[in-house]
């Protein structure tokens, strides 16, 4: 169950259970990418996120242009059939029983929210990691540390835990011999940005998150018009780059909160105040259950999700920032994915949603280890409508 609410956050102060599940087997650095193939339609629009974390650089065109290219999927696509089906207002017996039920492919010891996930209709899977291989796959990711993150943790893969079922991320108490200001050790974000960009769609990741003080895992996504894969087809969309944060989690118990921004030539985000958050209203075993955290793109909005109930839309026809020489055009360039697992919010300074901030009054969060777990994460588009290009 769950609560949204608007701007004044609900601090729910419950013992959220710190329990987390340990599992094994490391893998490889490095990534590098290559050439690209696919893409097609384009639009104007927009979107952004929360608080801040990476730059992101100015391009040409005040408006949205149209592009269209080929669409090439390098991926193996399945097929749901169905309608396409965005509104706020309950689903009738008729609509439901038209959607297609998709169930994961396997349950998790221990799982409290295991259930179908419901798919919308006439939407393809374009591209997808099930996190069930032996390391990261570095044909699809690269290695994401965003500005801002804290100097006092060391970011390193060997952080990353595989069990043939998930990637398990953990972030711990630390010393380094060479380093004495690093305090903590985490894995380092992973990101598509030279592997894989899109342009609409419904991207989901079903994951177990740490909800307590001192974390910051996020799931976003942003463009780029210098040095991302869709860097060409983005030149000629906007002329801002767009920063989507499909949830972020400022060291609350809680809540998972989700944003849009515009990226240069100034920077602006969408208003706290008229802006919603999900809330669970039931943290008892939070940080050991496992929730679909969902994001629709379309030409016309970006709407939210959690376990696929729709809690938030941005609606990209309305120029949130009053800027009629950026617009939001920016929100049809093409985006690249940003896992940001890291987990961390500055271990030291304990997060920005709660009152007991630290575990002694001092300076260490009383809930270390911090652990994600992630399970899969996958991207359904319908054929004909934005695109998706991907690095050979």
Known sequence: MKKVISFML???????????????????????????????????????????STDSSASTDSSASTITSTVTSTVTSTVASGKVKVETR?????????EVPIK???????????RDELKFGKYELVWSDEFNGTGVDWNMWQLSRPAGRPADVKYDVNQYKFNGKTMLVRCERYFDPDDSTVQFITGTGLETKLSMCYQYGYLEFR??????QGTWPALWTMTSSIDSLAMDINKNIGNFDAEVDIYEIFGSYDTATPN????????????ASIKLRYVFEDITHLCDEFHVYGYLWTKDEMSMY???????TFDLNYNFDGDETTGMGGFHR???????????????NGGTDNTDKKADGGSIPS???????????????IPGTGGIVTAE
């Open 260 to 271: 849009i921004h515009k990226w240069g030539p100034q920077h602006s985000q969408f208003p």
């Open 90 to 98: 309950p689903k009738s017996a008729q609509e439901a029983a038209e």
């Open 207 to 212: 994951a177990r998150l740490p909800y307590t």
């Open 306 to 312: 959690v376990d696929g109930e729709k809690y938030m």
């Open 334 to 348: 093409w985006a690249y994915i940003i896992l940001g697992i890291s987990s961390v919010n500055s271990p030291l």
């Open 367 to 381: 809930a270390l280890p911090f652990e994600q777990e992630l399970d899969w994460i996958r991207l359904y588009q």
């Open 104 to 114: 994961s492919e396997f349950t998790l010891d221990g799982d409290t929210t295991v």
């Open 10 to 52: 609900v601090l729910v102060m419950l013992s959220a259970a710190a329990g987390c599940k340990n599992n094994e087997q490391s893998k490889e650095p490095s990534s590098s990418s290559e050439v690209t193939t696919s893409s097609q339609s384009s639009d104007a629009s927009t979107d952004s996120s929360e608080v801040a």
